[in-house]
């Protein structure tokens, strides 16, 4: 089923339509009616409003899951490597000690690093830091004792950057809710889909019957690949 796409519903077809047995029924007929004509009506909103606000969301996940599945595919755009060296003016040679923030703040002023730090560390006169962002990452290494310092900063093109976000690697906790809130909009789309279907007589069977083969057919591709 094509995202988005509300499946037109033949009264006829409705689970609970006005068949002889329900008009023979009397109220409890009427009543068995209304709610499944509720449930369908709740359904096909689910569907829709889920669809419709998820769409961006969806396009991007399904395009960056081709390119994540293809790593090759860059469209040229490369990723470039940079290396700077320098002396810091925040390291105290007479103290074993260091104040990472001091000497990090140093570098971000000098070298525009904006991603967040993901590790550091310090091992005798040998200092470190690393940062990450999606598609992005520097490391410099330094010495406490003379304040010289390396800076390696590599920089991916942007369909590296995209599927960074698309596994939300060294994404900040803003951007995993996204993923989150996507998951939980497909499941309402996918989950809202099936129950429209289930809610139409004439196409019930041949649904129930297409979605039994894509997931028998998911489960072997994934037991082969096993």
Do not use: C
């Amino acid at each position: 089923m094509t995202v988005g796409a509300v499946p037109s519903v033949d009264l006829d077809d409705v689970v609970g339509g006005d068949t002889t047995a329900d008009r023979a029924g009397g109220d409890g007929a009427a009543d068995r009616r209304g709610r499944r004509g509720a449930g369908q009506r709740w359904a096909r909103w689910v569907h829709v409003y889920a669809s419709m606000i998820s769409l961006v969301l969806v396009l991007f996940f399904g395009v960056t899951g081709l390119t994540l599945n293809h790593p090759d595919w860059t469209f040229g755009d490369e990723a470039t490597t940079a290396t700077v060296q320098g002396t810091l003016t925040s390291t105290d040679p007479g103290t074993a000690s260091v104040d990472f923030l001091a000497v990090s703040e140093e570098l971000r002023s000098k070298h525009g690093i904006s991603a967040a730090v993901s590790d550091h560390r310090l091992e005798g006169t040998q200092g470190s830091i690393s940062y990450r962002s999606p598609g992005y990452a520097a490391d410099v290494t330094f010495a406490t004792d003379t304040g010289a310092y390396t800076l390696v900063v590599e920089q991916q093109g942007v369909v590296a950057v995209m599927n960074d976000l698309h596994k939300g690697r060294d994404a900040d906790s803003s951007w995993k809710w996204l993923i989150d809130a996507a998951a939980a909009l497909l499941v309402a789309i996918a989950a809202s889909g099936l129950l429209l279907q289930l809610y139409l007589r004439r196409r019930r069977r041949s649904a129930l019957v297409a979605a039994g083969v894509g997931s028998v057919l998911m489960v072997l591709l994934a037991a082969v690949t096993l």
